[in-house]
């Protein structure tokens, strides 16, 4: 039994030992983990930059004289099947741009979250479309045996320059050490030069048969007489016509030498109506900046 209590003792002084010196070990200070660790950047704070991008652009002619036609021929029953003609086309337009950005950031953890106003102008940015179109509408109830119809001719033209926009959106983005993946939203403000015109004209005709019967044999002539003509025209035209939308998309940030940004990003902006044309464009951009 005693010498059963002396190897015990013998390899208990051993054991602490040898623990003790394995608490020196670097891997068990965590010395090899300072290598293996991401830098964390402080994105938080106010930040201003410029950039430069290359835009293409949808503009929807299709239904530009709607209203102008609407007030025209309102409370005829002409007013609801013109309306509805898809007269013009749409135009696909591209152009370089140019603008500038302020900002601020919060941080918590590895979540950026941020507001930001952005401003764009864009460098040519216009287009244009006319044409003519002529259809037969349906008219009224006729008395029997007779049929009314319209002959009708739209035609118009409209053109579209946008000058500049302006963005204001929320960003949410993830702290990656030296760059930072965003995605962004909000709401968006656009100046543009607008001009448009219509002319409606229609022939009412009335169409009907009349039969004659002489020695047995009856001759049926059709006739079409025109009853009543109309035509009217219209232009608008607005040097600063302001437009309202949304806009969304993506980017990613770096930061080199400290407080200096870079950044390249996608964005999305689409715009209500326009003096009935519709405006949805696509911005590649890339920007430099600087945090305080």
Same mark, same amino acid.
């Given at each position: 039994?005693?010498?059963?209590?002396l190897?015990?003792?013998?390899?208990?002084?051993?054991?602490?030992?040898?623990?003790?010196?394995?608490?020196?070990?670097?891997?068990?200070r965590?010395?090899?983990?300072?290598?293996?660790?991401?830098?964390?950047?402080?994105?938080?704070?106010?930040?201003?930059?410029?950039?430069?991008?290359?835009?293409?652009?949808?503009?929807?002619?299709?239904?530009?004289?709607?209203?102008?036609?609407?007030?025209?021929?309102?409370?005829?029953?002409?007013?609801?099947?013109?309306?509805?003609?898809?007269?013009?086309?749409?135009?696909?337009?591209?152009?370089?741009?140019?603008?500038?950005?302020?900002?601020?950031?919060?941080?918590?953890?590895?979540?950026?979250?941020?507001?930001?106003?952005?401003?764009s102008y864009?460098?040519?940015?216009?287009?244009?479309?006319?044409?003519?179109?002529?259809?037969?509408?349906?008219?009224?109830?006729?008395?029997?045996?007779?049929?009314?119809?319209?002959?009708?001719?739209?035609?118009?033209?409209?053109?579209?320059?946008?000058?500049?926009?302006?963005?204001f959106?929320?960003?949410?983005?993830?702290?990656?050490?030296?760059?930072?993946?965003?995605? &962004?939203?909000?709401?968006?403000?656009?100046?543009?030069?607008?001009?448009?015109?219509?002319?409606?004209?229609?022939?009412?005709?009335?169409?009907?048969?009349?039969?004659?019967?002489v020695?047995?044999?009856?001759?049926?002539?059709?006739?079409?007489?025109?009853?009543?003509?109309?035509?009217?025209?219209?232009?608008?035209?607005?040097?600063?016509? &302001?437009?309202?939308?949304?806009?969304?998309?993506?980017?990613?940030?770096?930061?080199?030498?400290?407080?200096?940004?870079?950044?390249?990003?996608?964005?999305?902006?689409?715009?209500?109506?326009?003096?009935?044309?519709?405006?949805?464009?696509?911005?590649f951009?890339?920007?430099?900046?600087?945090?305080?």
């Amino acid at each position: 039994m005693r010498r059963l209590w002396l190897v015990a003792a013998v390899f208990g002084s051993v054991s602490a030992a040898h623990a003790a010196d394995l608490s020196d070990l670097p891997v068990l200070r965590g010395g090899f983990t300072d290598g293996l660790s991401r830098t964390s950047q402080n994105w938080e704070g106010f930040y201003v930059g410029g950039q430069f991008g290359f835009a293409t652009t949808d503009i929807d002619f299709s239904h530009a004289p709607k209203s102008m036609t609407d007030f025209m021929l309102r409370n005829s029953i002409l007013q609801a099947p013109v309306g509805g003609w898809s007269l013009l086309p749409k135009n696909h337009v591209q152009s370089t741009g140019f603008g500038a950005y302020v900002g601020k950031n919060w941080q918590l953890y590895d979540a950026v979250m941020g507001v930001e106003a952005n401003y764009s102008y864009m460098n040519n940015i216009a287009s244009s479309a006319s044409d003519s179109m002529t259809r037969i509408l349906d008219g009224e109830t006729a008395p029997t045996g007779h049929t009314y119809t319209y002959v009708t001719t739209l035609g118009g033209g409209a053109s579209l320059k946008l000058k500049d926009y302006a963005t204001f959106r929320g960003r949410v983005g993830w702290d990656g050490g030296d760059f930072m993946p965003y995605a &962004f939203a909000g709401l968006a403000i656009g100046r543009a030069e607008v001009s448009r015109f219509a002319t409606v004209s229609y022939i009412k005709h009335d169409d009907y048969d009349t039969s004659v019967t002489v020695g047995g044999v009856t001759t049926t002539t059709h006739h079409q007489d025109t009853i009543d003509t109309g035509a009217w025209a219209s232009t608008e035209q607005r040097a600063n016509a &302001f437009m309202y939308g949304w806009t969304a998309g993506i980017g990613i940030e770096y930061a080199i030498c400290g407080n200096f940004l870079i950044r390249g990003e996608w964005e999305h902006v689409g715009f209500s109506n326009v003096k009935d044309i519709t405006v949805g464009l696509n911005n590649f951009r890339v920007g430099g900046g600087y945090k305080f």
